[in-house]
């Protein structure tokens, strides 16, 4: 088993649609959550970062973390054709220790 | 010029070669990292160094040899590398490197490696 699982896609939604973008992960050290979003041919720029359980919201962006499920959670609301990217999660225990990254969700939001 | 370089952004190398890789960032911070992306793999986090000492290495083959002269530049030395080594490799900077999570990193373009 991987230790984080994330579905590669790639998902097509029409502007305007609720995304959902999932991770889930086996290592219950785990403590800091983020998600990264990567627009072709560029390196990766974190969107935000949850530590431990509960939601966090910036904007169109929540991120959800649910601890008991191992489970975490990117939702973008109102989705743009600029929100088109691949979207990493990646987590880790604290400081810089087995940082893990998903090998990212394509996102394509079609005008 | 501003923000994280990388020289050069594609290279071509046979098994036996040595080459090197250059990251320069100019935003003034004191951390700097190695990420290795392999198509259809994770991102992997290689090297961290924090004020020019290396914090962090994350099981890298020895052929993989990082240089950190000053907080500006970084350097990645290839040698002897093999064809699964072929893969983007990304440079980033960051404030203080005090907390992988908390601090937003700035990415450089990234250099297209192949071995062959």
């Known amino acids: 088993q991987k230790e984080v699982e994330q579905d590669p896609g790639p998902l097509s939604v029409p502007e305007g649609a609720i995304v959902s973008l999932n991770c889930t992960y086996s290592?219950?050290?785990?403590?800091?959550f983020m998600w990264y979003r990567q627009y072709s041919r560029k390196g990766p720029e974190l969107l935000m970062y949850?530590?431990?359980?509960g939601n966090k919201e910036d904007g169109r962006f929540t991120a959800q973390v649910d601890k008991s499920s191992k489970y975490i959670s990117l939702f973008i609301r109102d989705s743009q054709p600029s929100d088109s990217a691949t979207y990493l999660c990646?987590?880790?225990?604290?400081?810089?220790?087995?940082?893990?990254f998903g090998i990212g969700t394509k996102l394509q939001v079609i005008p | 010029e501003t923000g994280v370089t990388q020289t050069p952004r594609h290279l071509v190398m046979g098994m036996t070669n040595k080459k090197s890789l250059k990251c320069e960032q100019h935003?003034?911070?004191?951390?700097m990292y190695w990420y290795k992306q392999s198509a259809k793999k994770p991102l992997e986090l290689m090297f961290v160094?924090?004020?020019?000492?290396?914090?962090e290495n994350n099981s890298v083959p020895s052929r993989f040899s990082p240089e950190c002269p000053n907080s500006s530049h970084l350097f990645l030395h290839l040698h002897t590398l093999q064809p699964e080594d072929s893969a983007l490799y990304l440079c980033?900077?960051?404030?203080?490197?005090?907390?992988?999570?908390?601090?937003?990193?700035?990415f450089g373009p990234g250099t297209r490696l192949l071995v062959l």
């Open positions: 980033a900077s960051s404030q203080t490197g005090r907390e992988f999570a908390q601090e937003t990193q700035y």
């Open positions: 290592n219950s050290a785990f403590q800091y």
């Open positions: 949850t530590y431990s359980s």
């Open positions: 990646a987590m880790n225990s604290g400081g810089y220790q087995k940082v893990t």
């Open positions: 935003l003034g911070h004191n951390a």
């Open positions: 160094y924090n004020f020019k000492e290396q914090t």
